[in-house]
Each structure stands twice: as structure tokens, then as C-alpha cells.
């Protein structure tokens, strides 16, 4: 499937413009964005549907992809979760 921009959904490119989106040394950004919405709406900016983005923003948090895609309020609740039982108020 070839993008507006030329690019084809399996080169690759998804994950490294998620990557360069989510800095992952909050120490050099002081705005660094870690918000799935906002990343997932960057990505749809760049032409990527909103599943596509939502599975790409997913994998780079550790979230595997779903046939549907996800949204990013299901993937701020699945981090909410997470920080739940890394923090031990519930067992998983």
C-alpha cells in the first residue's frame, strides 16, 4: 500500500518516525511527549491510518499490534494498567 508520501506501509518507516516522536531521553526534551494521542495523531498527520498509527504507537510501548488496530484511549489504558501492577496496587 502506497502512502501519500510515496512511502509503502512495510518499509519499515513507521517505526523509526515513532521512534524520532517519542524521545526516549526526557532529560534532552523538556516537552517529551510520551501521550499516545498525540503520537498516534502525528503519525495520521504523516498519512497513516488511525489503526496503523495505533498499532505502531502500541508496539513502541511494548503493546503487540491487533488485527483492527488500536486506539489511543485503549492504548493509555492498557498503560495505566501496567503502571498499576508494575507499582503493585493490583496483581496481575
Do not use: C, K
Not at 51 to 79: Q, T
Amino acid at each position: 500500500m502506497t502512502r501519500i508520501d510515496g512511502s509503502y506501509a512495510g518499509d519499515g518507516s513507521g517505526l523509526a518516525a515513532v521512534a524520532a516522536l517519542a524521545d526516549t531521553q526526557p532529560s534532552t526534551r523538556q516537552d517529551a511527549v510520551t501521550d499516545a494521542r498525540h503520537l498516534v495523531f502525528s503519525l495520521q498527520i504523516g498519512g497513516w491510518s488511525e489503526g496503523e498509527a495505533g498499532n505502531l504507537v502500541a508496539l513502541l510501548l511494548g503493546i503487540r499490534p491487533v488485527h483492527g488496530g488500536w486506539r489511543a484511549s485503549e492504548i493509555e489504558h492498557l498503560r495505566f494498567l501496567r503502571a498499576l501492577v508494575e507499582t503493585g496496587r493490583i496483581a496481575h
